[in-house]
């Protein structure tokens, strides 16, 4: 797929120079991040599956202030921030933490040639958390969620010349009682939690589009080479509309199509189709046409042709499939944390890197853990053939008080499921208390995560909680995520309070891998081994901070070898419970993360602990490979 180049077309100038900005002093980087300038720190188009030609970079250097959220806005700024990277981060320049009291006041000053025809919008692919924004001195609009991306139509606020963007950002991260989804970020940073990250994280621009434009795609192409295409418009409505939908294989048309409405469904046969052995795309461009014939909006996307399902064995053991062959998936659990932007990989090319070591490995999947990544992240993992297990972001009250765990080992401890999994009479006491606003807002950033990703054949699982962390609602929460989208396999709680809804049961067992196979309450899942490994091994010179607790599940190995070998021993137990019925692994983890030294790879990305080829022939040898 091409990508569209960075258009200038709307600025001639913008504040800031390299010269005031450095990454924080003593920090630990990558080589991705060594390289970062406020010049180069994200030039990407930011949303692949929806491209559109003019559009503006505005991530650079912005102005900064951290105040009490009492203050008012800013008259003089502290200094410069480098968006897009949070403001605890080395590559932010700042790198200071925010105080519960604390909010953070960002300002972006920029030229406009000339005041734009069309709309304008103002796209943040993601803030962390709260977010009220300002187009000279007027409100454009809020956003509460810290995760994914959203925008606002700026053509009113915008003038010729001068503009001035104003963002005032809110980060209760853990606080008690406020329910807020954070992930792995904790304040008090230690063991599995993480450094929060505040802010601006990832990329800031702005876009051109007609007065009526395509404001998101729907896209379904299946095994049989069935391509739907449903257009959500944006701006102002219009009768008649038209959708015509272009079909390529590296440049070369294959086909076309316009249709009277917003839905565009065509057959193409014969497909290639999409797999992690050969994930093949296919070009698209998307037309939104008026009545009398003219081309309103343009978008350029991709889509790959695939079907993905379940289905038993010769034994009656239900196993993944795609396009209808059964398939194992296997691969790393994976944080997504990076030492100099956290949240933010500190460039394009440092995900690619990451993802070329794993498929080198022999990984065919990554389940990507309590976090979103920046939409070019899957756009890399569908054109190179992974399959994503996707976690839906966590929260909750602010503390550790989480109710009864009854997994999947507490079955085989004699605990018995009554309807609807109400265990032992005690309806409610496996999910936790949410109050109805905190409820909706995880709702409401669980359905546009599923909306932001649905149209990327790599992602195949969502996965709702994890470890009862947050877990609320559970029954209530699976059976709309079954509704909401059925081309996709629901794991309702990874290693968490087992509920009788979705497709996957799921056992996390650490350092071994482990599934109760013979329990009868789980012959009719895929029975995956969840989370399992963690094997630590220190690399001196790599650690993030010797000071710390660096540690790694069932102790420390004695030496290099002995590593090795727990990693030898847990990938052949995985592979004889692939053959009593196990359909998926997941190993902990890609990479180390502060204090947690279990990474395959250390957290700078400079070591890399077994090499590539090496866990390929474990992984073969132990029969985790087809």
């Not at 994280?201 to 379904?220: A, G, M, N």
Request: glycine share 10%; hydrophobic share 35%.
């Amino acid at each position: 797929m091409k990508l569209i180049p960075l258009s200038l077309s709307l600025l001639f100038a913008s504040a800031g120079s390299a010269e005031e900005w450095s990454p924080v002093e003593g920090s630990m980087l990558t080589e991705w991040g060594e390289k970062v300038t406020p010049e180069n720190a994200w030039t990407e188009y930011p949303r692949p599956q929806m491209e559109r030609g003019d559009w503006t970079n505005l991530n650079g250097l912005w102005d900064v202030k951290v105040q009490h959220r009492s203050a008012r806005q800013p008259e003089e700024w502290e200094g410069k921030i480098l968006v897009p990277y949070a403001l605890e981060t080395p590559l932010s320049g700042v790198g200071k933490r925010l105080e519960q009291d604390e909010v953070i006041w960002y300002r972006k000053q920029f030229k406009l040639k000339s005041k734009p025809k069309a709309r304008t919008l103002l796209n943040f692919e993601g803030v962390d958390y709260e977010s009220r924004v300002w187009v000279n001195g007027q409100m454009v609009g809020s956003h509460v969620g810290g995760n994914l991306p959203f925008s606002f139509d700026v053509s009113e606020a915008l003038q010729q010349g001068e503009n001035e963007i104003v963002l005032r950002v809110t980060d209760e991260t853990d606080s008690f009682d406020r329910y807020q989804l954070r992930g792995k970020q904790k304040r008090d940073n230690k063991g599995i939690w993480y450094t929060p990250s505040s802010g601006i994280w990832q990329t800031v621009w702005l876009e051109q589009v007609s007065e009526t434009f395509v404001e998101r795609l729907v896209i379904e192409a299946d095994m049989f080479g069935e391509l739907r295409i449903e257009a959500e418009l944006g701006g102002e409505p219009i009768a008649g509309a038209q959708l015509r939908v272009s079909i390529f294989d590296d440049s070369k048309p294959l086909a076309s199509k316009l249709v009277t409405g917003l839905r565009n469904e065509q057959v193409l046969r014969p497909v290639s189709l999409w797999s992690p052995d050969s994930p093949k795309l296919y070009d698209l461009k998307v037309e939104l046409i008026d009545s009398r014939g003219e081309v309103l909006d343009t978008v350029e996307s991709y889509a790959g042709f695939r079907t993905v399902g379940k289905a038993k064995d010769e034994n009656g053991d239900w196993r993944f499939t795609m396009n209808g062959e059964q398939v194992f998936h296997f691969g790393p659990l994976d944080q997504g944390w990076w030492p100099d932007g956290f949240l933010n990989p500190p460039a394009d090319e440092a995900i690619v890197w990451e993802m070329d070591f794993l498929k080198a490995a022999g990984f065919n999947m990554i389940r990507k853990h309590k976090k979103v990544e920046p939409r070019r992240y899957y756009y890399h993992a569908d054109r190179l053939g992974f399959v994503v297990w996707q976690d839906h972001v966590s929260g909750g009250a602010g503390g550790d008080e989480w109710p009864k765990w009854k997994s999947l080992r507490a079955v085989e401890a004699g605990y018995e499921p009554r309807n609807a999994n109400h265990w032992n009479g005690e309806q409610d006491a496996l999910d936790a208390d949410w109050p109805d606003w905190a409820h909706e807002q995880c709702m409401a950033e669980l359905k546009v995560m599923i909306d932001t990703l649905y149209n990327n054949p790599s992602v195949v699982v969502w996965t709702t909680f994890n470890e009862r962390w947050g877990q609320h609602r559970t029954m209530e929460v699976g059976r709309w995520v079954e509704d909401y989208d059925q081309t996709r396999l629901l794991n309702i709680a990874s290693g968490g309070n087992f509920f009788e809804v979705g497709d996957i049961a799921d056992e996390h067992r650490y350092p071994m891998p482990y599934f109760p196979v013979d329990v009868e309450l789980y012959d009719d899942y895929l029975k995956v081994s969840g989370e399992y490994g963690g094997h630590g091994y220190a690399v001196e010179g790599h650690l993030w901070d010797t000071e710390k607790r660096n540690w790694g599940y069932g102790g420390l190995p004695k030496n290099f070898e002995e590593y090795v070998e727990r990693y030898e021993k847990g990938s052949q137990e995985l592979g004889d419970l692939r053959r009593k019925g196990v359909t998926g692994g997941v190993y902990t983890q890609t990479t180390d993360v502060e204090g947690e030294i279990n990474g395959l790879i250390t957290y700078d990305r400079r070591v890399v602990k077994i090499p590539a080829k090496r866990l390929a022939e474990i992984h073969k040898k132990s029969g985790l490979m087809d």
